[in-house]
C-alpha cells in the first residue's frame, strides 16, 4: 500500500513538471523550433544513462516512433508560441480520436461504447475551430491539431514493443528529435538574443520539464496501473493553462474553455469504456 502511495505521487509531480511547459515555452524569445531541440537535446542528455546500448536495435517500428515524437514535440511548441497554451494542450490531447479513426479504418469495426467519448472530443475540436481569428491563433489551433496526430502515431507506436523500453525508450526519443529538428532551424540563429531568463528557461524545461518528470514517471509505473496513471495525468492540460493565466497573464477565449473541458470529458470516458482492454491503456504526456 505504501508503494503504491508512492508510485501516485511520483505521477502527480511527474504531471505537474510538465504541465509548466507553457510558462517557460512562452518565456523564451526565441525560434520555436530551436526552443524543441534544445529541449529535446538537455532532456536526451540528462536521461542518457538510462538507454541500454546492448539491447539497441533499429526497426520499422522504433523509427516510427522516433520521427512521430519528433514531430509531436516540434509541433507542440510550434503551437504554444502560435496560440494560447490552453488550445495546445487541449487539443494535443484529442489524440484518442485520431487513434479510434485509425482503428475502425484498420479494422473495418465500431466500438460502439467509444462512439460518445469521441462524439465529447470530436465537439471540443469543433469549439477551437470556431474560435473567432486573432493574430495567430488559428494556425496555432491548426499546427496543435496536427501535433495531436502525431501524439496519436506515438501512443500507438510506443505501446508496441520495442528494443529498450522506459525512461531509456524517452532518451533516445529526445536525442532522436533533437537531431532531426536541428536540421529545420532557420539559421541564422541569433542565440545572443536569448535572455538570461530565455536560457534558464530552456534549462527548466530539459532538466525538469521532460527529463525529471519522465524519471519520476518510469519509477510510478512500476506500482501504478496505466489506467490509473492516465487518470491522474490529466492534472496536466488542466493546471497548464492555469500556471499561463497566472504568470503570463495570458486568458482562454470561451472557446477554449468550452473545448477544454469537453475534451477531458471525452478523454475521461474513452479511458472508462477501455478499462476491459489493457493495451489500450498506455499513457504517454510529451507536451
Same mark, same amino acid.
Given at each position: ?162 528494443? /529498450?523500453?522506459? +525512461? =531509456?525508450?524517452? @532518451? %533516445?526519443?529526445? !536525442? ?8 529545420? &532551424?532557420? #539559421? ?5 538574443? /536569448?535572455?538570461? +531568463? =530565455?536560457?534558464? @528557461? %530552456?534549462?527548466? !524545461? ?8 519522465? &524519471?519520476? #514517471? ?70
Amino acid at each position: 500500500m505504501q508503494n503504491f502511495s508512492i508510485g501516485i505521487v511520483q505521477v502527480l509531480i511527474a504531471a505537474f513538471l510538465w504541465s509548466t511547459g507553457g510558462v517557460f515555452i512562452k518565456a523564451i524569445d526565441a525560434d520555436p523550433i530551436f526552443i524543441a531541440a534544445a529541449r529535446s537535446a538537455i532532456a536526451g542528455l540528462i536521461l542518457l544513462p538510462f538507454i541500454d546500448f546492448k539491447k539497441l536495435r533499429f526497426s520499422f517500428g522504433l523509427a516510427a516512433l522516433l520521427v512521430s515524437y519528433a514531430y509531436t514535440l516540434c509541433s507542440f511548441v510550434i503551437a504554444t508560441k502560435l496560440t494560447a497554451s490552453a488550445n495546445a494542450i487541449a487539443i494535443q490531447y484529442t489524440a484518442p480520436l485520431w487513434l479510434f479513426i485509425f482503428t475502425v479504418i484498420m479494422t473495418k469495426k465500431v466500438s460502439l461504447a467509444r462512439i460518445i467519448p469521441m462524439a465529447f472530443i470530436g465537439g471540443g475540436i469543433l469549439f477551437f475551430l470556431m474560435e473567432p481569428v486573432s493574430g495567430t491563433n488559428a494556425a496555432g489551433n491548426l499546427m496543435a491539431l496536427s501535433s495531436g496526430i502525431g501524439f496519436a502515431a506515438l501512443s500507438y507506436f510506443m505501446s508496441k514493443p520495442q528494443c /529498450i523500453a522506459g +525512461v =531509456g525508450l524517452i @532518451s %533516445l526519443c529526445n !536525442l532522436t528529435a533533437a537531431l532531426c529538428m536541428v536540421l529545420f &532551424i532557420p #539559421y541564422p540563429i541569433s542565440v545572443s538574443s /536569448i535572455s538570461t +531568463v =530565455g536560457w534558464m @528557461s %530552456l534549462a527548466y !524545461l530539459g532538466i525538469f520539464q521532460i527529463g525529471i518528470a519522465y &524519471i519520476f #514517471y518510469g519509477k510510478a509505473l512500476e506500482t501504478v496501473a496505466p489506467l490509473k496513471a492516465t487518470i491522474i495525468a490529466l492534472i496536466e492540460p488542466i493546471l497548464n493553462p492555469i500556471w499561463v493565466v497566472i504568470f503570463i497573464h495570458e486568458i482562454p477565449t470561451i472557446y477554449a474553455l468550452f473545448g477544454g473541458v469537453s475534451i477531458l470529458i471525452g478523454i475521461l470516458l474513452d479511458i472508462k469504456a477501455s478499462n476491459s482492454t489493457p493495451r489500450e491503456n498506455v499513457s504517454v504526456s510529451n507536451s
